[in-house]
T-cell receptor, first 115, second 115 residues
């Protein structure tokens, strides 16, 4: 199994530019999560999907952030326009089922730097 | 709201020595508890999890954790640390009362292993 795949692994962009982060969950998993990790705030959940439907986006910081899951094998997190304070590591995780006790498997993360 | 406290930001131990990483949670009902490990530049890997039953949980890589309800703790232990255990360790709690799926993470403990 390839695990959760994220791309790009690193992204450097200038303030104001649009950034799109991509995630391919583990095949067969039907829950997907986007997390952000920063020194100041640690790991925080941004949004999660069950069966491609967004269930809770209360962690999305503001309207500049949007996430989509057009099908079971692909999700995007978009920041438009990006700002320096968005610099962080963004993780995608997937889970086999909606049951809470199932393990979330994390991808390697995308390291975003906004100049 | 639930929260997780990892009181030690950094811990340094000698290779071969025993290890205990502390984790305290704040949650009214029986929590679902997790320990994840993050190696530099990598995603998070699940070490072990507790949902119910035996309060001593065995995980991968020789780690174990003990759930103590009276102390609201879920400390991670390993009897003999290897240099490859140097990483950052995160304790997390999952809300078990609602359908939501928010893993709330502690701030993490960075483990350094000296030879």
């Amino acid at each position: 199994d390839a695990g959760v795949i994220q791309s790009p692994r690193h992204e450097v962009t200038e303030m104001g530019q649009e950034v799109t982060l991509r995630c391919k969950p583990i095949s067969g998993h039907n829950s997907l999560f986007w997390y952000r990790q920063t020194m100041m705030r640690g790991l925080e959940l941004l949004i999660y999907f069950n069966n491609n439907v967004p269930i809770d986006d209360s962690g999305m910081p503001e309207d500049r952030f949007s996430a989509k899951m057009p099908n079971a094998s692909f999700s995007t997190l978009k920041i438009q326009p990006s700002e320096p304070r968005d610099s962080a590591v963004y993780f995608c995780a997937s889970r086999l089922a909606a049951e809470r006790q199932e393990t979330q498997y994390f991808g390697p993360g995308t390291r975003l730097l906004v100049l | 709201a639930q929260s997780v406290t990892q009181p030690d930001i950094h811990i340094t131990v000698s290779e071969g020595a025993s290890l205990e990483l502390r984790c305290n949670y704040s949650y009214g009902a029986t929590p679902y508890l997790f320990w994840y490990v993050q190696s530099p530049g990598q995603g998070l890997q699940l070490l072990l999890k507790y949902f119910s039953g035996d309060t001593l949980v065995q995980g991968i890589k020789g780690f174990e954790a003990e759930f103590k309800r009276s102390q609201s703790s879920f400390n991670l232990r390993k009897p003999s640390v290897h240099w490859s255990d140097a990483a950052e360790y995160f304790c997390a709690v999952l809300n078990s009362l609602e359908y939501g799926n928010k893993l709330v993470f502690g701030a993490g403990t960075i483990l350094r292993v000296k030879s």
